[in-house]
């Protein structure tokens, strides 16, 4: 069974830094691409960042670019997202996700619970 769990979300200051963890279960880090999604209060969901199962290429929106960080640690089947630079409207639920296909797949095909970012003085 596809498992995903987030952790590492939290309440920080503008300008400050989290790092969120998403540790997976049933499935290899070899076998799926993961994906970080956010969604903030009454917006649409949004990519994130996207870190390939084949060769660890990374992708990133624009809006987080240069800020943001995603890897891997595939002993520990752990996908971290750094998160520096954060500003209010970084604020969300961020969700990781997993899908065989591709990064750029339309819906991705397991999905975590969630975990809230709150950027606020």
């Known amino acids: 069974q596809v498992q995903l769990v987030e952790s590492g979300g939290g309440l920080v200051q503008p300008g400050g830094s989290l790092r969120l963890s998403c540790v997976v279960s049933?499935?290899?880090?070899?076998?799926?691409?993961i994906g970080w999604f956010r969604q903030a209060s009454g917006k649409q969901r949004e990519g994130v960042s996207c870190?390939?199962?084949?060769?660890?290429?990374?992708y990133y929106s624009d809006s987080v670019k240069g800020r943001f960080t995603i890897s891997r640690d595939k002993a520990k089947n752990t996908v971290y997202l750094q998160m520096n630079s954060l500003n209010t409207d970084d604020s969300a639920v961020y969700y990781c996700?997993?899908?065989?296909?591709?990064?750029?797949?339309?819906?991705?095909?397991?999905w975590g619970q969630g975990t809230q970012v709150t950027v606020s003085s």
């Open positions: 996700a997993a899908d065989r296909s591709s990064c750029f797949v339309p819906n991705f095909s397991s």
């Open positions: 870190i390939s199962r084949t060769d660890d290429t990374a």
């Open positions: 049933g499935f290899t880090l070899d076998d799926y691409h």
